[in-house]
């Protein structure tokens, strides 16, 4: 299931106070809302190199509240409240959009898995 602009704005409004839960925007408070958004999402996909795989209007539901806050973080000056931490919220889209691909040091026999000896012997590298 994926999340629609107005559910990001939607929620990025009541993040920052402005709206009460179970109401909906107004249709000029929607179009400063979504402007803001799309620029700004724009504007990190382009400035992070992030290869999105998804669109401002068809965000995953586990990216709703990063989105949100990026969405809160842009309108909050035009309401005069203080938004959400905009680094934050961008280092959990990286971290989604991004993921540890590293291998795992830990695996000493580099057969895939970490065994129960090899996940001691990681816990005594770190302790000498």
Same mark, same amino acid.
């Given at each position: 299931?994926? =999340?629609?602009?107005?559910?990001?704005?939607?929620?990025?409004?009541?993040?920052?106070?402005?709206?009460?839960?179970? +109401?909906?925007? /107004? /249709?000029?408070?929607?179009?400063?809302?979504? $402007?803001?958004? +799309? /620029? +700004?999402?724009?504007?990190? $996909?382009?400035?992070?190199?992030?290869?999105?795989?998804?669109?401002? $209007?068809?965000?995953?539901?586990?990216?709703?509240?990063?989105?949100?806050?990026?969405?809160?973080?842009?309108?909050?000056?035009? *309401?005069?409240?203080?938004?959400? $931490?905009?680094?934050?919220?961008?280092?959990?889209?990286?971290? *989604?959009?991004?993921?540890?691909?590293?291998?795992?040091?830990?695996?000493?026999?580099?057969?895939?898995?970490?065994?129960?000896?090899? +996940?001691?012997?990681? =816990?005594?590298?770190? *302790?000498?």
């Amino acid at each position: 299931m994926t =999340k629609s602009t107005l559910d990001i704005c939607n929620r990025a409004m009541r993040q920052l106070g402005v709206l009460a839960v179970g +109401e909906n925007l /107004a /249709a000029d408070d929607f179009e400063v809302v979504r $402007n803001a958004y +799309e /620029a +700004e999402f724009e504007r990190i $996909n382009a400035d992070h190199a992030l290869a999105l795989t998804y669109t401002s $209007n068809t965000v995953p539901d586990a990216l709703l509240v990063p989105w949100a806050s990026v969405a809160a973080a842009a309108v909050a000056p035009v *309401y005069l409240v203080q938004g959400p $931490n905009l680094a934050r919220a961008i280092g959990q889209i990286r971290s *989604y959009t991004l993921p540890d691909d590293r291998e795992d040091w830990r695996d000493l026999d580099e057969d895939g898995t970490v065994s129960e000896s090899e +996940e001691n012997a990681a =816990k005594r590298a770190q *302790y000498y």
